[in-house]
């Protein structure tokens, strides 16, 4: 059984399409990251949120606690915007290990 | 410009033959971590150090060695005991920020053992 579960596993999109990506967790959290990965792999990482909304340009990540759920939604979806999104979430109690999603492959096509 | 580097990018072993990743950053993080990526699989942790001369091992450590001399460098070798040490590698670093922790992350590099 994986801590942290995603979906979809794989995300096709027309360009301009609003995108959801979810995150699903079964663990006691401090806070949720959200991490994006490029085709060439390096890791960037986007949101860290323990409650309520975040916003940054077309990216919002929200988390609801209570329910251990997070989504991760794109506006006005672009080509650039493919890559790999990846939740995360820390271990409590063990000074800084991360449970890590699977990952969503995301494909925004022109 | 403050960041983690990991040398090379690309990287082709032989089998039987050890081989060490490079990870260095300037960020002055205490936290180091190696991850490993396979597809279809989510990162696991190799090693962490936490600190300067002390490392922990991690979920899939078997085959795998660190040192931590500096602040600034965590290298990985993979030695020849590594059943599979085909996969890309990252290493990141970590800062506490108002009790969370946010990791950073290297370019990584893509392993080949034939």
């Known amino acids: 059984k994986n801590e942290v579960e995603q979906s979809p596993q794989n995300l096709t999109a027309q360009e301009g399409e609003f995108i959801t990506i979810n995150c699903s967790y079964s663990?006691?959290?401090?806070?949720l990251h959200w991490l994006q990965q490029h085709p060439g792999g390096g890791i960037v990482s986007l949101f860290m949120?323990?409650?309520g909304k975040k916003k940054h340009g077309r990216l919002i990540a929200t988390i609801n606690i209570q329910e251990k759920h997070s989504s991760l939604h794109i506006t006005a979806s672009h080509p650039r915007d493919s890559a790999v999104y990846i939740c995360?979430?820390?271990?409590?109690?063990?000074?800084?290990?991360?449970?890590f999603g699977t990952g969503t492959s995301l494909t925004v096509i022109p | 410009d403050g960041g983690i580097t990991q040398s090379p990018k690309y990287l082709f072993r032989k089998e039987g033959q050890n081989v060490t990743l490079s990870c260095e950053q300037n960020?002055?993080?205490?936290?180091m971590y190696w991850y490993r990526q396979d597809p279809g699989q989510g990162l696991r942790l190799i090693y962490y150090?936490?600190?300067?001369?002390?490392?922990q091992k991690g979920d899939i450590a078997e085959g795998y060695s660190v040192s931590r001399e500096k602040k600034e460098s965590f290298p990985l070798t993979v030695t020849s005991a590594q059943k599979n040490p085909t996969a890309f590698y990252l290493c990141?670093?970590?800062?506490?920020?108002?009790?969370?922790?946010?990791?950073?992350f290297g370019p990584g590099t893509r392993l080949t053992v034939t």
């Open positions: 990141a670093s970590s800062i506490e920020r108002g009790g969370l922790s946010e990791q950073y």
């Open positions: 663990v006691g959290i401090s806070a």
């Open positions: 949120l323990s409650s």
């Open positions: 995360a979430v820390p271990l409590l109690d063990t000074g800084n290990q991360f449970y």
């Open positions: 960020l002055n993080h205490d936290a």
């Open positions: 150090s936490q600190i300067v001369n002390d490392f």
